[in-house]
């Protein structure tokens, strides 16, 4: 699936002033499969129905934004041992309940399988295709010991509380999963 | 009577949000005023359709069931208007 091009920030802004889309933000502070599901389940369908989206990850939310099987290159020896063994990948993610070391996911995995039901990294693929915005929070970058190199590609910002804050006081829908 | 329609997108099969994707896709295959027939099995289309219509400008034009063995099939009926 393509990814969209980064949006030129100013024919963008143009653009928003002129259409005035409903705006929605999602704080994705979760790093459960399930949990992620519904955000991207809800950013997909606000895309779809014209609204102008950005996803916000912050903490367990990164690691659905790291590149998977790629280890952390944080120069102190702490942050590199909290990033190896915090494993990263959109397809590695664990149910909120019933993980049971990997069994339940993998039982869950195999259920959306059959049905035919998307995953956390289609789903991404998709918000990325529908123009979702992705932004990932330098702090908690920072003190979870992922650097940005092992991210992937299509960040569309690396931000903070402000960049969010401005963001959400214009939208209608903020959640915060 | 059957709802007259242009152009038939199948869903059957996916769930929530893939039929809304793809008619938010398929929508900008039309010419304005043409009609656009979504077929789901997902029961969750019934209010969703509307919504989506309700929220994008489109026109909403109604729902017809067909029981298809054990499934029901939700036909819904869009009409492209901007």
């Known amino acids: 699936m393509s990814t969209t091009a980064k949006l030129d920030p100013q024919v963008a802004l143009a653009e928003l002033q002129e259409r005035k889309p409903d705006r929605v933000t999602i704080v994705v502070l979760s790093g459960s499969m399930d949990r992620v599901m519904s955000a991207f389940i809800i950013a997909t369908g606000a895309a779809s129905m014209g609204m102008q989206v950005t996803m916000f990850f912050t903490f367990w939310g990164l ?7 790629v280890s952390s290159k ?6 590199r041992a909290f990033g190896v063994l915090n494993r990263g990948g959109a397809d590695t993610l664990p149910l909120s309940r019933f993980h049971f070391w990997g069994l339940g996911t993998r039982m869950m995995k195999l259920v959306m399988r059959r049905s035919r039901m998307p995953g956390v990294p289609e789903l991404m693929d998709m918000a990325k295709d529908l123009g979702v915005r992705f932004i990932a929070c330098t ?3 920072g003190l979870m ?3 940005k190199d092992t991210l992937l590609d299509g960040i569309d910002q690396f931000a903070g509380v402000s960049t969010y804050l401005a963001e959400a006081k214009d939208a209608q829908v903020n959640l915060f999963i | 009577m059957a709802i007259q329609w242009d152009i038939h997108l199948d869903t059957l099969g996916l769930f929530c949000p893939m039929p809304i994707i793809k008619t938010s896709k398929k929508i900008k295959q039309l010419v304005i005023g043409q009609v656009l027939q979504v077929v789901s ?9 509307p919504a989506w219509c309700e929220t994008t400008g489109h026109e909403y034009l109604g729902l017809e069931e067909e029981i298809n063995g054990n499934t029901i099939h939700y036909k819904t009926y869009v009409r492209k208007t901007k």
Do not use: F
Not at chain 1, 74 to 79: G, P
Not at chain 2, 41 to 49: A, F, L, N, R, T
């Open chain 1, 74 to 79: 944080a120069r102190d020896w702490l942050r």
């Open chain 1, 139 to 141: 702090t908690t970058l």
């Open chain 1, 63 to 69: 690691n659905v934004i790291r590149k998977p099987g």
């Open chain 2, 41 to 49: 099995d997902d029961e969750g289309i019934k209010k969703d359709m």
């Open chain 1, 145 to 147: 010991g992922i650097t």
